[in-house]
């Protein structure tokens, strides 16, 4: 059974910075393509960054400088570097998986980050 399970959120003051992890399990990991999702309240779900088997990384463009992905294969775990939060990142983020070679898509159950002062 894959399971995905997010870490690291909180309340974070404007200018701060978090980490979150995500630790996967029940998968071959090096064999899916790790991402970051996020949805603000009354938005819609939005990529925030995505790393390939391959260890390439894809950002929004608006996020691209700010926020870092980085995954280690064998702690089964990828990772969201944020700096310099701003209010508009306050979103609950979420962990996505998606098999590189079967398409099947897994969703951690998210973990709420609010930047306010």
């Known amino acids: 059974q894959v399971q995905l399970v997010e870490s690291g959120g909180g309340l974070v003051q404007p200018g701060g910075s978090l980490r979150l992890s995500c630790l996967a399990s029940g998968m071959a990991f090096g064999l899916y393509v790790m991402g970051w999702y996020r949805q603000a309240p009354g938005k819609q779900r939005e990529l925030v960054a995505s790393?390939?088997?391959?260890?390439?990384?894809n950002y929004a463009d608006s996020l691209q400088g700010r926020f870092a992905i980085s995954r280690d294969n064998a702690k089964k775990t990828v990772y969201l570097q944020m700096n310099n939060l701003k209010p508009e990142d306050t979103a609950v983020y979420y962990c996505?998986?998606?098999?590189?070679?079967?398409?099947?898509?897994?969703w951690g159950k998210g973990t709420l980050i609010s930047v306010s002062s």
């Open positions: 996505n998986a998606r098999g590189s070679l079967s398409g099947l898509d897994f």
């Open positions: 790393m390939s088997t391959g260890g390439t990384p």
